[in-house]
Nanobody, 127 residues
Framework: QVQLVESGGGLVQPGESLRLSCAVS????????IGWFRQAPGKEREGVSC????????NYADSVKGRFTISRGNAKNTVYLQMNSLSPEDTAVYYC????????????????????WGKGTLVTVSS
């Protein structure tokens, strides 16, 4: 059974940084995509970033490109989202999500449909 557990959310001031973690377990193959999504109050959920397990290639939404970095831990069972230069517009519940994939040369899709979801972690950016 695939499980995703997010951690690292909290309250920060504008301009500060935060790192989210997603602990991944239960995949029976090494081929999957992990995505970070967020949902702000009153808004639709949006994809933020994604990374593929087998080659570590990444992709980002335009709204976070240059500020956020997605990465894998050495054991590849943890995915991080480093968020820098945070603004109030980044306030949202952040979700980690995953799906099994067939390896290919294409980049993961940031807002792709996912099969498994974590429960989310709240990030609040406010002065």
């Amino acid at each position: 059974q695939v499980q995703l557990v997010e951690s690292g959310g909290g309250l920060v001031q504008p301009g500060e940084s935060l790192r989210l973690s997603c602990a991944v377990s239960g995949f029976t193959t090494g081929y999957y995509t992990i995505g970070w999504f967020r949902q702000a109050p009153g808004k639709e959920r949006e994809g933020v970033s994604c990374i593929t397990s087998f080659d570590g290639r990444t992709n980002y939404a335009d709204s976070v490109k240059g500020r956020f970095t997605i990465s894998r831990g050495n054991a590849k069972n943890t995915v991080y989202l480093q968020m820098n230069s945070l603004s109030p517009e980044d306030t949202a519940v952040y979700y980690c999500a995953a799906k099994a994939v067939i390896p290919s040369n294409e980049l993961c899709v940031v807002n792709d449909g996912m099969h498994y979801w974590g429960k989310g972690t709240l990030v609040t950016v406010s002065s």
